[in-house]
Each structure stands twice: as C-alpha cells, then as structure tokens.
C-alpha cells in the first residue's frame, strides 16, 4: 500500500501539527536487539541527503521508511534496526534536517513546529528542545526529534531557518536572546 503524500505544512495549524505528531506511531526500535549484522553501507549527509552505496536515495517514501527504523547507540553511533537485524549507518551530523518552520503565538505563548527533510512534524518543547552549538562555521541549531533527550537522533535546523529564530530572539525583551515554545525557553548562546 502506498504512503500517502504528507500534507502541506503551510497549511496546516500548530494544532494539526500537533494532532499529526501526536497520531504518528513510530516501531518500538528502542526494545529491538538483534545480534550486530554488519554494515548497511548507507551514509545521511551533512545536507541530509541519504545515499546507499554512494548514489542518493531518490525516493522520498525510502527515505522515511529508513528513518523509521533509526536509531542512536549508546557510543554515539547510528543503526538501523529492526526485529531480526541491526545494521551500521554513518551520519556525518545530524541524521534529520529541519526544512521548514511555523510560529503561532508571541513571546512565553509562542509555539514553534518544524517539518524535516522527512516529512517529520516536531514542535520544540521541554520533551523536543532546541540547542545551539557555537562552531568555527557559526553557531548550529538542532532540534531534538526523538529517543533520550541528549543521546538521541536530533534535526540540524537549516541556516535560512537559524536566521529566523534569531530574528525571533533578537526581537525579545528578556536579557538574554532566546526563543520560547510550548512554554519552554531556548537560549541562542550556547
């Protein structure tokens, strides 16, 4: 049976968003250990492009049934996993890409919700949090997605997207510049 097209995120509220990412039922990847089989010779570029053998996955319904299956280890590295198999994935930064952004509300009763290169929703909260990471490129934000908050799989949010949060966090009035959403307060500095 085919996946259904996802909806369009400019159309949808932060309500349906959170209707949606709330109906999505992930497999219980986090309960599945099957023996270590290998490589899955499979790689999730900086840009989020997923490639196998080395030539992009150009199906997008591909690409999200993978990702359903991803998850991080307690090393730090990446697999995907299903009941009878666990195979080795190579992430060169985050394993998601935040590609789109909404905002209802101001200040404190802001919410944000995000949609990934996968058709994922997520909307920043204490369970979802934003964190900025300076670099020598500038700073990065990522947006947790899923699993232990600080060992789990994260969303790198684009720069376009980046810009906007700061323009968000510049426009505030607290002391120190950050972003609020579902009544929780992102700090931009690191």
Not at 58 to 64: I, L, T
Not at 103 to 132: I, K, M, Q, Y
Not at 153 to 173: F, M, N, P, W
């Amino acid at each position: 049976m085919p996946m259904a097209p996802p909806p369009d995120f400019d159309t949808l509220t932060i309500a349906d968003i959170a209707r949606l990412a709330d109906s999505d039922r992930l497999p219980p990847v986090e309960r599945w250990n099957p023996t270590h089989c290998g490589d899955s010779e499979m790689r999730i570029a900086r840009d989020g492009t997923w490639f196998h053998q080395g030539s992009p996955i150009g199906r997008a319904a591909m690409v999200k049934a993978f990702s359903r299956i991803l998850r991080r280890e307690g090393d730090g590295g990446y697999v995907l996993v299903t009941p009878v198999e666990k195979l080795d994935i190579a992430v060169e930064d985050a394993p998601f890409l935040a590609v789109e952004m909404k905002r209802d509300g101001e200040g404190e009763a802001a919410t944000l919700a995000f949609r990934l290169n996968t058709g994922d929703l997520v909307t920043a909260s204490a369970e979802h949090p934003l964190r900025f990471e300076e670099t020598a490129d500038g700073p990065r934000p990522y947006l947790h997605v899923r699993g232990t908050i600080g060992a789990g799989l994260e969303a790198l949010v684009t720069r376009a997207l980046y810009y906007d949060l700061a323009e968000i966090a510049l426009s505030g009035s607290g002391d120190t510049p950050g972003v609020w959403s579902a009544g929780a307060f992102f700090p931009l500095a690191a």
